[in-house]
C-alpha cells in the first residue's frame, strides 16, 4: 500500500486528506535553505509543536476516557517520549536563536541530555539579565527536568526497557539494582518495585510547558524575523499581547461540545 505520496500523485481537491511533510519546514513556499541558522530554529520550534501537541492529545484520551483496561500503562511511554523530545528541541530552538540574535557563538555537545540544554539556557538569560523572563517561561520546564533527574530517567527511558548497555532503566529495575531509583527498599526478595506517573499532574505539567515555554520560543522567533529586544520589558509586552488575542479564541473553543473536537480545536489554535 502507497503511503508516500509525490507531486503527481495528489488529489490538491481533497488536500485534508493528506498530511504534507514539507509544509512546516519551507514556509509553505516550496524551499529550504540549510545553510540559514534560523531554518534550524524555526524547523525546531515546529517540530517540538508537533510532539508536545501529540502528548497532550494521547493523554487527554486516555484521561477523558477513564483509562479503560488500564491503557495507560502502555500508552504513557510514547506520551513521555514526545514531552522529552518536545521539550529538546525547543530548547535547542531557544539557545541556538538567542546565539543568532546576539551574534555570538553556541558551542554544545550534541546529544539529548535536556537538563544541559536547559542549564546552558537558563545561563544565556542569567547573561542577558532576563531572571523574570526565565522565571515565568522555564518554571514547568524545571520541574520536569527535575523530576526525570529524581528517578534517574535517561533519553531513551520510554523508547527501550534497557538502555543500548543492556542495562535496565529506572522503573524495571528489581530492587538492589543500581539502576533502580527507589532506595532503602527491602532486598531480601528480588522484585521490581512498582513506579507510576500521576497522570493528571503529567498532563497539567504539559499544559503549563506548552503554554509558557512555548510562547518563549515563539518570542525569540519573532525578535528574529521581525525585530525587538531581548529584554524581560519587551518580553512581557509579548506575553500580554498572547494572553489579549488568546481571549478573544476563547469562545472559539468554549462553543465546541464535541471533546475530541475540543482539544483539538485548542491544540490547533494555541499549540500549532
Same mark, same amino acid.
Given at each position: 500500500?502507497?503511503?508516500?505520496?509525490?507531486?503527481?500523485?495528489?488529489?490538491?481537491?481533497?488536500?485534508?486528506?493528506?498530511?504534507?511533510?514539507?509544509?512546516?519546514?519551507?514556509?509553505?513556499?516550496?524551499?529550504?535553505?540549510?545553510?540559514?541558522?534560523?531554518?534550524?530554529? #524555526?524547523?525546531?520550534?515546529?517540530?517540538?509543536?508537533?510532539?508536545?501537541?501529540?502528548?497532550?492529545?494521547?493523554?487527554?484520551?486516555?484521561?477523558?476516557?477513564?483509562?479503560? !483496561?488500564?491503557?495507560?500503562?502502555?500508552?504513557?511511554?510514547?506520551?513521555?517520549?514526545?514531552?522529552?523530545?518536545?521539550?529538546?528541541?525547543? $530548547?535547542?530552538?531557544?539557545?541556538?536563536?538567542? #546565539?543568532?540574535?546576539?551574534?555570538?557563538?553556541?558551542?554544545?555537545? !550534541?546529544?539529548?541530555?535536556?537538563?544541559?540544554?536547559?542549564?546552558?539556557?537558563?545561563?544565556?538569560?542569567?547573561?542577558?539579565?532576563?531572571?523574570?523572563?526565565?522565571?515565568?517561561? /522555564?518554571?514547568?520546564?524545571?520541574? $520536569?527536568?527535575?523530576?526525570?533527574?529524581?528517578?534517574?530517567?535517561?533519553?531513551?527511558?520510554?523508547?527501550?526497557?534497557?538502555?543500548?548497555?543492556?542495562?535496565? !532503566? *529506572?522503573?524495571?529495575?528489581?530492587?538492589?539494582?543500581?539502576? !533502580?531509583?527507589?532506595? =532503602? $527498599?527491602?532486598?531480601?526478595?528480588?522484585?521490581?518495585?512498582?513506579?507510576?506517573?500521576?497522570?493528571? #499532574?503529567? *498532563?497539567?505539567?504539559?499544559? =503549563?510547558?506548552?503554554?509558557?515555554?512555548?510562547?518563549?520560543?515563539?518570542? /525569540?522567533?519573532?525578535?528574529?524575523?521581525?525585530?525587538?529586544?531581548?529584554?524581560?520589558?519587551?518580553?512581557?509586552?509579548?506575553?500580554?499581547?498572547?494572553?489579549?488575542?488568546?481571549?478573544?479564541?476563547?469562545?472559539?473553543?468554549?462553543?465546541?461540545?464535541?471533546?475530541?473536537?475540543?482539544?483539538?480545536?485548542?491544540?490547533?489554535?494555541?499549540?500549532?
Amino acid at each position: 500500500m502507497q503511503i508516500f505520496y509525490g507531486e503527481k500523485d495528489i488529489d490538491y481537491n481533497n488536500p485534508n486528506g493528506y498530511a504534507f511533510l514539507n509544509w512546516r519546514f519551507d514556509d509553505s513556499m516550496g524551499g529550504n535553505n540549510k545553510e540559514n541558522p534560523f531554518q534550524g530554529i #524555526s524547523d525546531n520550534f515546529e517540530m517540538g509543536k508537533a510532539y508536545m501537541a501529540n502528548a497532550i492529545i494521547a493523554l487527554y484520551s486516555i484521561i477523558y476516557s477513564h483509562n479503560p !483496561q488500564n491503557m495507560a500503562d502502555t500508552m504513557v511511554f510514547p506520551v513521555l517520549f514526545s514531552v522529552w523530545h518536545g521539550v529538546e528541541l525547543w $530548547l535547542k530552538s531557544s539557545i541556538y536563536a538567542i #546565539s543568532l540574535i546576539t551574534n555570538t557563538e553556541t558551542k554544545m555537545k !550534541q546529544n539529548h541530555n535536556i537538563k544541559d540544554y536547559l542549564d546552558a539556557l537558563r545561563e544565556r538569560l542569567s547573561e542577558l539579565n532576563m531572571n523574570s523572563t526565565e522565571k515565568m517561561a /522555564l518554571s514547568e520546564v524545571v520541574e $520536569l527536568v527535575e523530576e526525570f533527574k529524581r528517578v534517574d530517567a535517561h533519553f531513551d527511558f520510554a523508547r527501550y526497557s534497557f538502555d543500548r548497555k543492556g542495562n535496565y !532503566q *529506572f522503573y524495571n529495575a528489581p530492587v538492589g539494582d543500581d539502576k !533502580q531509583w527507589q532506595k =532503602g $527498599l527491602a532486598t531480601d526478595i528480588q522484585v521490581v518495585p512498582n513506579t507510576c506517573i500521576k497522570l493528571e #499532574s503529567l *498532563f497539567n505539567l504539559i499544559l =503549563g510547558i506548552t503554554d509558557h515555554f512555548r510562547d518563549f520560543v515563539e518570542y /525569540l522567533i519573532l525578535v528574529i524575523t521581525e525585530g525587538g529586544k531581548l529584554s524581560d520589558d519587551y518580553y512581557e509586552a509579548h506575553i500580554k499581547f498572547c494572553k489579549n488575542f488568546e481571549k478573544k479564541l476563547d469562545d472559539k473553543i468554549e462553543d465546541e461540545p464535541d471533546p475530541l473536537r475540543h482539544i483539538i480545536r485548542a491544540i490547533n489554535l494555541y499549540i500549532l
